[in-house]
């Protein structure tokens, strides 16, 4: 069975750093293309980040680009969120969540939908 | 950015009813190259992450009953439930997997009238 468990919210002031955890089990997590994507309580869904399978390309959103880091550590089986200088609206539940991989006859691509998703972990930045 | 604009925000069916949500993309997301669109759809049920429901717009995910379909193609997407079921009670959301920022509609809550 599929698993994905984060772990590391915190209350956190502004301006301070927080590192999440995504704990994956139940299938090769070296091979999928790894996403976080938050919410704030009762509202939508918002991406914020991408990893490749080996670590060497990331991809971010705007409002988190060069304050947030992904990670994974492969051998761990684990996705990290690296989270500086946070701000009142990063305040939110964290999801890490599993790309979806697709197939043809000949070969299989990572798509940037989601097919696996953990309970998620809540940040909540204020003083 | 592509921004997905669903409507409408909310809707109360009766059960066994039909249920229709929309999805517009602000720019087209069929790729030419396969002749696919790159569009999701997700169901959150309260206090429980998303669940994958449809993916290329219309492709049902392993395990998601029949009453679930998708359509639509460029711009304009439906996500049906042919006969709404109480389980059925739920937020749900498109997706546009397209390019970064993968962007997410604001979500239409589905209530039994």
């Known amino acids: ?127 | 950015d592509i921004v997905m604009t669903q409507s409408p925000d909310s809707l109360a069916v009766s059960l066994g009813e039909r249920a229709t949500i929309k999805c517009k993309s602000s720019q087209s997301i069929l790729y030419n190259s396969n002749n696919k669109n790159f569009l999701s759809w997700y169901q959150q049920k309260p206090g429980q992450p998303p669940k994958l429901l449809i993916y290329w717009a219309s492709t049902r995910e392993s395990g998601v009953p029949d009453r679930f379909s998708g359509s639509g193609s460029g711009t304009d997407f439906t996500l049906t439930i042919s006969s709404l079921q109480a389980e059925d009670v739920a937020v749900y959301y498109c997706q546009q997997y397209y390019g970064p920022p993968f962007t997410f509609g604001g979500g239409t809550r589905v209530e039994i009238k």
Not at chain 1, 2 to 31: H, K, N
Not at chain 1, 100 to 107: D, F, P, Q, R, V
Request: net charge neutral; with cysteine.
């Open chain 1, 1 to 127: 069975e599929v698993q994905l468990v984060e772990s590391g919210g915190d209350l956190v002031q502004p301006g301070g750093s927080l590192r999440l955890s995504c704990a994956a089990s139940g299938f090769t997590f070296s091979g999928h293309w790894m996403h976080w994507v938050r919410q704030v309580p009762g509202k939508g869904l918002v991406w914020v980040s991408r990893i490749n399978i080996d670590g060497s390309t990331t991809t971010y959103a705007d409002s988190v680009k060069g304050r947030f880091t992904i990670s994974r550590d492969n051998a761990k089986n684990t996705l990290y969120l690296q989270m500086n200088s946070l701000r009142a609206e990063d305040t939110a539940f964290y999801y890490c969540a599993r790309d979806k991989i697709y197939c043809s006859s000949t070969n299989c691509w990572g798509g940037d939908w989601f097919d696996s998703w953990g309970q998620g972990t809540l940040v909540t930045v204020s003083s």
